[in-house]
């Protein structure tokens, strides 16, 4: 009897809840040529504060972007080869809690985004060697509200992804 009440102790004692990870947006660039966004140049601010609070600066040159139709390319920043080792703090995830700026050098454009809004999940019984992930509602693209679906293109992508038109 007493093997048993130390062994629910053990198991339910380590039954507690457990914040989910940040999502991470994807952009997506349409109406764009490869040799538009063959650079970009991702930079991570303190949230709220208008951009002026710069906390780091990756820049990622062309990684075989995905092309998921004829105007439509992908760009996934995340864990991205070269770029790992330039990053000063990890911050090349676009993710809630900072403010970003993209700047495309070949057509001198810079994209702002702000108030990535999720919603906190927590996992019940952390020890279970899952992962779950907060989910994106929405955020704020050169000053305009968006609001942010998950996306499931297949094999080709999936994820919250961040639409961006050439002008």
């Not at 709220?48 to 990622?60: C, H, P």
């Not at 092309?67 to 676009?94: C, E, M, P, R, W």
């Not at 992508?157 to 639409?163: A, D, N, S, V, W």
Request: proline residues 3%.
């Amino acid at each position: 009897m007493k093997k048993i009440i130390i062994v629910l102790l053990i198991v339910l004692g380590g039954c507690k809840n457990c914040p989910c990870l940040d999502s991470r947006l994807t952009p997506v660039f349409i109406g764009f040529s490869s040799s538009d966004i063959d650079t970009l140049v991702l930079r991570a601010y303190i949230p709220n504060d208008g951009f002026s609070q710069l906390i780091d600066t990756v820049e990622l040159a062309y990684g075989g972007w995905k092309l998921n139709d004829s105007d439509s390319i992908f760009v996934d920043t995340s864990g991205y080869g070269s770029a790992s080792n330039t990053v000063k703090y990890g911050f090349q995830d676009l993710t809630q809690g900072h403010d970003w700026s993209i700047y495309l050098p070949a057509v001198d454009t810079t994209i702002y985004i702000s108030e990535i809004i999720d919603s906190v999940w927590e996992m019940k019984n952390c020890q279970l060697e899952m992962t779950c992930w907060n989910p994106i509602k929405s955020c704020v693209v050169n000053g305009k509200f968006i609001r942010i679906e998950y996306m499931d293109y297949g094999n080709s992508y999936k994820g919250y992804l961040l639409y961006i038109n050439k002008k």
